[in-house]
């Protein structure tokens, strides 16, 4: 069921809106990047994503394609959502599940995790070894 949710990187310069089903899968996934900064994706339609603050506090990052962008904030340096572009479902946003508010340790436990292989563009399949992501 889709709840809205809020949420910020870590110093709170970027601050957003999400409509969210946390009962829905998650993902995390071994690409280079998601790996890197251990990522952890609730996908939100491109209607239910609303920055409220820092839009120009943020810096983007593309790679690969360069489709799809990746938004850090410039001071504290969190990944606290990116936009997919180039998707199946067409534009949508990853929103850190770590940068929620008002969401309890206990209820993150709950949440379901889809684990896929970006490091070998398999996003269908679950990688060999996962429990690190």
Same mark, same amino acid.
């Given at each position: &069921?889709? +709840? $809205?949710? *809020? =949420?910020?990187?870590?110093? =709170?310069?970027?601050?957003?809106?999400a409509?969210l089903?946390?009962?829905?899968a998650?993902?995390?996934?071994?690409? *280079?990047?998601?790996?890197?900064?251990?990522? #952890?994706?609730?996908?939100? +339609?491109?209607?239910g994503?609303?920055?409220l603050?820092? @839009?120009? /506090?943020? $810096?983007?990052?593309?790679?690969?394609?360069? +489709?799809n962008?990746h938004?850090?904030?410039?001071?504290?340096?969190?990944?606290?959502?990116?936009? =997919?572009?180039? $998707?199946? &479902?067409?534009?949508?946003y990853?929103v850190?599940? =770590?940068?929620? @508010?008002?969401?309890?340790? /206990? @209820?993150?436990? +709950?949440?379901?995790? $889809?684990?896929?292989?970006?490091?070998?563009?398999? #996003?269908? @399949?679950?990688?060999?070894?996962? *429990?690190?992501?």
């Amino acid at each position: &069921m889709l +709840k $809205t949710y *809020s =949420g910020s990187c870590h110093c =709170g310069a970027v601050r957003f809106e999400a409509d969210l089903d946390l009962s829905a899968a998650t993902y995390r996934c071994n690409c *280079s990047i998601c790996r890197r900064n251990r990522f #952890w994706a609730a996908v939100a +339609k491109a209607d239910g994503f609303r920055l409220l603050a820092g @839009e120009g /506090e943020m $810096t983007e990052y593309l790679f690969n394609s360069r +489709k799809n962008q990746h938004f850090f904030c410039r001071h504290c340096g969190v990944r606290a959502f990116g936009v =997919g572009n180039d $998707t199946p &479902m067409g534009k949508m946003y990853g929103v850190n599940v =770590g940068c929620l @508010e008002g969401v309890s340790e /206990e @209820e993150l436990s +709950k949440i379901p995790v $889809t684990f896929v292989d970006g490091m070998n563009d398999r #996003w269908n @399949e679950a990688p060999a070894f996962f *429990s690190h992501l």
